[in-house]
C-alpha cells in the first residue's frame, strides 16, 4: 500500500480529470502485480513433487485449519451476524462510536479518546457499557 501511495505522488501530476478512486486503484493493481512479479519464487512446486509425509503434513494442517462449514453451520454463523448487527445498531451513537472504533478498527484506548477528545476512562466506561448493552439485546433477541 505504501508503494502505491508512493506511485500515486509521484505521478499525481499526470492525473487527467476523471475516476480519482479507478485511477488510483489502478496504481494498487499495478503495485501489487509488480511485487507479485518480484517476489514469486523461482520454482514452483506441484503437490505432486512432494513426498507422501509432506503431503499428509499439508493435509493435516489443512484439517487443523479447519473445513468449510456445512450449509447449516453456514446459515446459523449468518444468522448470527445479522443479530450481532442489528444489535450494534441498536446502540446508542456515542457507545457505537467507541465500539466500532475498539473492535472494528482495533484502536487502542488511548487511541480512541485522542479520536474522540474524551478522558480515558469515559472510553472504557463507554465500552463497558456498550458490550453490556450488546449482550443483552442479544440474550433478548434470542428468546
Not at 17 to 44: C, H, M, Q
Not at 89 to 96: E, G, Q
Not at 119 to 132: C, D, E, Y
Request: net charge negative.
Amino acid at each position: 500500500m505504501q508503494e502505491a501511495c508512493l506511485r500515486a505522488y509521484r505521478s499525481i501530476e499526470n492525473y487527467v480529470d476523471g475516476n480519482t478512486r479507478a485511477w488510483f486503484l489502478t496504481i494498487v493493481r499495478n503495485a501489487a502485480y509488480s511485487w507479485i512479479e518480484k517476489n514469486k519464487p523461482e520454482r514452483l512446486t506441484s503437490i505432486e513433487d512432494l513426498s507422501e509425509e509432506a503431503r499428509q503434513a499439508i493435509d493435516n494442517n489443512l484439517s487443523a485449519v479447519g473445513a468449510m462449514p456445512t450449509p447449516e453451520e453456514a446459515l446459523i454463523i449468518k444468522a448470527q451476524a445479522v443479530r450481532l448487527q442489528h444489535a450494534i445498531d441498536a446502540l446508542p451513537v456515542h457507545l457505537k462510536e467507541t465500539f466500532v472504533l475498539r473492535e472494528y478498527h482495533g484502536l487502542s484506548y488511548r487511541e480512541i479518546a485522542e479520536v474522540s477528545s474524551l478522558p480515558i476512562g469515559t472510553v472504557m466506561s463507554r465500552l463497558s457499557k456498550a458490550r453490556q448493552s450488546l449482550l443483552t439485546h442479544i440474550e433478548e433477541d434470542g428468546r
